[in-house]
């Protein structure tokens, strides 16, 4: 199986969209409770490249899955600092696509002289048929470690959710820390 990994484009919204849709509506894999139009969508896309990658998974030329980064905190200090989203196609789950896109994704990052990524993760209180653990087993398998966990800060589906914050640093520090670079930057001076 051929995986081609690249940057989202504005024609690929649909596509992420569908994806994201089936999450949202059967899943507690995000708290979201109503699906973004495709307008909405286009525009957090379009907000998430001026500073973050945004990459999908291509299978035969289908989006199989992706994956971004975004702000960790709105404050200055925390530049270094990123936040990550990922979703897979239920078609194509459990095939290393996920593995494969954090990979790029913090390849990424680094570049950008981000140093701690941190994954926010919807954690069951007791799994059930909208969440499971499998999520936290993932990204403790690719090396990222509990740091916090928010106790039933969350609803839907009429049942409570924990939030689980993991964390990975994928970086060096120094004093000065090195400047942040925007993913936009980084493509055009490629």
């Given at each position: 199986?051929?995986?081609?990994?690249?940057?989202?484009?504005?024609?690929?919204?649909?596509?992420?969209?569908?994806?994201?849709?089936?999450?949202?509506?059967?899943?507690?894999?995000?708290?979201?409770?109503?699906?973004?139009?495709?307008?909405?969508?286009?525009g957090r896309i379009k907000e998430t490249l001026k500073q973050y990658p945004y990459l999908v998974a291509l299978i035969d030329g289908k989006i199989a899955g992706y994956i971004y980064a975004g702000r960790f905190r709105t404050r200055?200090?925390?530049?270094?600092?990123?936040?990550?989203?990922?979703?897979?196609?239920?078609?194509?789950?459990?095939?290393?696509?996920?593995?494969?896109?954090?990979?790029?994704?913090?390849?990424?990052?680094?570049?950008?002289?981000?140093?701690?990524?941190?994954?926010?993760?919807?954690?069951?209180?007791?799994?059930?048929?909208y969440l499971t653990r499998n999520s936290e087993y993932f990204h403790e398998s690719i090396g990222y470690k509990m740091v916090a966990k928010y106790h039933e800060c969350a609803s839907k589906f009429g049942k409570w959710y924990d939030l689980i914050e993991m964390e990975k640093i994928i970086g060096e520090r120094s004093c000065p820390p090195k400047e942040f670079v925007p993913f936009k930057k980084l493509i055009d001076e490629r």
């Open positions: 199986m051929d995986i081609e990994i690249r940057v989202a484009r504005e024609e690929d919204v649909k596509e992420l969209l569908n994806i994201y849709a089936y999450y949202v509506a059967n899943t507690a894999i995000t708290f979201e409770h109503e699906v973004p139009t495709i307008e909405e969508f286009t200055a200090s925390y530049a270094w600092s990123a936040s990550t989203s990922v979703y897979i196609d239920k078609k194509y789950r459990r095939m290393g696509i996920g593995k494969m896109l954090y990979e790029e994704l913090e390849s990424i990052l680094a570049k950008q002289n981000i140093i701690n990524v941190y994954a926010g993760i919807a954690s069951p209180v007791q799994e059930d048929e």
